[in-house]
């Protein structure tokens, strides 16, 4: 999962450059007098795994009903108990019962629920919330005692279940599918199938006990063995569906208008599937691989993009295949869908947002994550509750690597060399409870780091022997932190075993200083990276005026020159103000490793006026009535204002009155030049901090592009015209 995490706040240089890290962060159904048709033979997959069958295999049968948003479903489950343990009982995780209440649902959709909930007002509370109701349990035709209680399914048998014994059990169940956001839930036109039927838990020998988790309310919990599985699901015939797995479809000859649509997936984690009448599908095979992307046709040009994020996945999958292990499965897919912020994996699928215009499709490390998920997850599994870093971890670590074997210096090994992590106080190996809130900073950054660590200390030769090696011991397994420790002791030696198991455990790890850069490197690394920032951000809108605050930094990123010029005749108070917003703005400036000259003097600016100051970008601070600059391009400021709207004259003469515009530079029209002003002799005390704070705000990327401003007397935003920034609620700056 890449869950994105950003909170933008420019005030603060920190908290500036904590932000961009984070950017950069059976039976058939029977019910109500319809029945299932009976599904098409199924044909075996030809994948590169064991002969033997998984330790729990899976035949499921359901009916979707899309008016009313239920799945009607019954499974036959055969498990087969490979502890030295003799059970009574079998468990299964019913994670559907999350949605029981908002209380249970996971926070991490909480924020898109409650746009979903504005947009739509005629639905109510309970439209957000469904689960599963099971309706009986039996084996060999005779019902199980059963329990359902915190998002655990415990069925009784009848007969115990010795070592090496196989029990099959026939479960029927419903399940609602509640609106919004959620691994299952509906919105619009599309349907997101996660933990949609009772999944068989983990039992733990060491312990004797089965995992009853119930699903984590902040981060994931997904614990599962790798199975076997022959998934008929009865749709409306308009419907796409993707799964795992091979899939075939045959028309129900019992109901006209809906199909089966069957999908045969063997050793696999876990099975999800996705649904809308309204899927595109773009289909590429490539020597025994196909990659199928299902999207939305909704603007022009996508088509194209899909094809290169097809491109990008035959690529990325081939790379993990050389460096970890090979990808054994004959399909991978990828699902877009109305999710905003939180890419999420599943066993051969992932779950993407909503393709935007100008992406990047080559260097989307989200995109690159989520594949990798593919090995530490799908393939290699492990408990995410109680040991994430191994799911997370390796997979942030691998997007890196990608990003570094491919040139891309942004993204690669740099991005971790310059993370500071020593305020977060927790141990890789933590629990996500442990973790308390800080997962990404703990599993992903710091848990990088400790793999980054060990790459430098090993060298990549062996490193990939490790990686191969631990890749090839845990295939279809669950892996565990001990199980990683001990291959890496088995072939790195002693050393490095202790040294990760250190990194792990001392929860005030960070990165070796041999490791990380110079001072000068991390310099000129966030500058590269506001540069692309920046880039990326203003390429979001199409068409976007010259005219925007933010385009300033931007083009003193590229290299054009900036000056800031400050009132000159000022009062000592405002003298003392400006000096005060003009700290701010050197602070942010100097993040990004932009040059910049300040003049505050009437004699340097009249000599440079017409040469340096014509060719400039120019931010300008203080009254007009006070700023020698702005009196001397006054009259070709209030024309050039008038193209954005903006009344010069009206504006300049609101008495407590502040606020910003932006024109084109009166003497050059390839520069700029934005007036941050206040009207009267000064600010009022309270008004400085908002000030500089809608400054910052207003020269940002992760914000709306602003073209003018005016705030009040108390420093709030009055009137303005600004563009929407596509990407603004990924920073939590709607």
Excluded at 34 to 63: F, G, K, N, T, W
């Amino acid at each position: 999962m890449y869950r994105k995490t950003f909170k933008f706040k420019t005030v603060s240089q920190k908290t500036l450059v904590y932000s961009l890290a984070f950017t950069l962060a059976a039976c058939p159904v029977v019910g109500a007098g319809q029945v299932l048709a009976a599904p098409a033979a199924a044909s075996a997959e030809s994948i590169e795994m064991s002969q033997a069958h998984a330790q729990v295999q899976y035949r499921i049968d359901a009916r979707l009903d899309a008016k009313n948003m239920r799945i009607q479903g019954s499974e036959t489950v055969t498990y087969r108990n490979g502890s030295n343990d003799t059970l009574r009982e079998i468990v299964f995780h019913t994670f559907a019962d999350a949605n029981r209440s908002k209380a249970t649902q996971t926070s991490m959709f909480e924020q898109n629920n409650e746009e979903i909930q504005k947009e739509n007002p005629q639905k109510k509370p309970e439209d957000f919330l469904g689960g599963i109701d099971i309706r009986s349990a039996a084996a060999n035709g005779q019902p199980l005692v059963f329990s359902n209680i915190n998002q655990a399914l415990t069925v009784e048998l009848k007969q115990e279940l010795k070592p090496g014994e196989a029990v099959t059990v026939e479960i029927n169940f419903e399940v609602k599918i509640p609106y919004g956001m959620q691994r299952l839930s509906y919105y619009k036109d599309i349907i997101n199938g996660a933990h949609w039927f009772p999944v068989m838990s983990v039992y733990d020998e060491n312990k004797h006990e089965w995992n009853k988790k119930p699903y984590s309310k902040t981060f994931e919990t997904d614990y599962y063995d790798s199975a076997d599985f022959e998934v008929h699901i009865n749709v409306p015939e308009a419907y796409q569906v993707l799964m795992p797995g091979t899939i075939t479809t045959q028309a129900d000859p019992r109901e006209p208008g809906r199909k089966v649509v069957t999908a045969v997936a063997d050793n696999t984690r876990e099975h999800v599937f996705f649904a809308s009448p309204n899927y595109k599908v773009e289909r590429v095979t490539r020597d025994g691989l196909t990659i199928e992307y299902y999207y939305f046709d909704n603007m022009p040009g996508k088509k194209k993009i899909v094809d290169e994020y097809i491109d990008a996945a035959f690529k990325t999958i081939q790379f993990f295949s050389e460096k970890y292990g090979k990808y054994p499965y004959p399909e991978f897919r990828i699902a877009e869908s109305y999710v905003e912020g939180v890419a999420v994996e599943f066993a051969r699928v992932i779950q993407m947002g909503q393709i935007r215009p100008n992406r990047d499709p080559a260097h989307d490390t989200t995109f690159v994550h989520e594949i990798a998920h593919q090995w530490f997850h799908a393939l290699i599994g492990n408990d995410s509750e109680t040991e994430s870093f191994l799911d997370e971890g390796f997979a942030d670590f691998s997007k890196v690597y990608f990003a570094e074997k491919q040139g891309d210096d942004l993204n690669g090994f740099k991005s971790i060399q310059m993370d500071d992590l020593s305020s977060i106080d927790k141990p890789i190996a933590a629990t996500n409870t442990e973790a308390g809130g800080l997962e990404s900073p703990t599993f992903y950054n710091k848990g990088r780091q400790a793999i980054y660590q060990l790459y430098r200390m090993v060298g990549e030769d062996k490193f990939d022997a490790f990686m191969q090696e631990y890749f090839k011991r845990y295939q279809y397994k669950n892996a565990t932190i001990q199980g990683l420790l001990q291959t890496i002791q088995d072939t790195l030696g002693n050393e490095a075993r202790k040294e990760m198991d250190k990194a792990l455990h001392d929860p005030q790890f960070a990165l070796k200083p041999e490791y990380r850069l110079s001072e000068a490197e991390e310099a000129s690394y966030w500058h590269e990276q506001f540069k692309n920032s920046y880039h990326s951000s203003l390429a979001q809108v199409a068409n976007l005026p010259a005219e925007t605050m933010s385009r300033i930094m931007d083009k003193a990123l590229q290299g054009e020159p900036l000056t800031i010029v400050l009132s000159d005749q000022a009062g000592s108070l405002a003298k003392k103000q400006q000096q005060t917003i003009l700290t701010q703005l050197k602070g942010t400036l100097g993040i990004m490793g932009i040059p910049y000259e300040v003049i505050s003097d009437r004699q340097t600016l009249k000599k440079k006026l017409e040469k340096e100051l014509g060719t400039s970008n120019i931010i300008a601070i203080g009254s007009a009535n006070t700023n020698g600059l702005i009196q001397a391009l006054k009259p070709g400021i209030i024309p050039k204002s008038k193209a954005i709207g903006f009344d010069w004259k009206s504006n300049m003469n609101q008495k407590s009155a502040s606020g910003a515009y932006v024109v084109k530079h009166p003497y050059n029209q390839n520069r700029l030049l934005v007036h941050f002003f206040w009207n009267g002799d000064a600010l009022s005390d309270n008004a400085v901090e908002p000030f500089a704070e809608q400054m910052l705000q207003s020269l940002g990327f992760s914000g709306s592009f602003y073209q003018y401003y005016v705030l009040n007397k108390t420093g709030h935003v009055a009137t303005d015209k600004k563009i929407a920034n596509p990407l603004a609620k990924f920073f939590g700056e709607e």
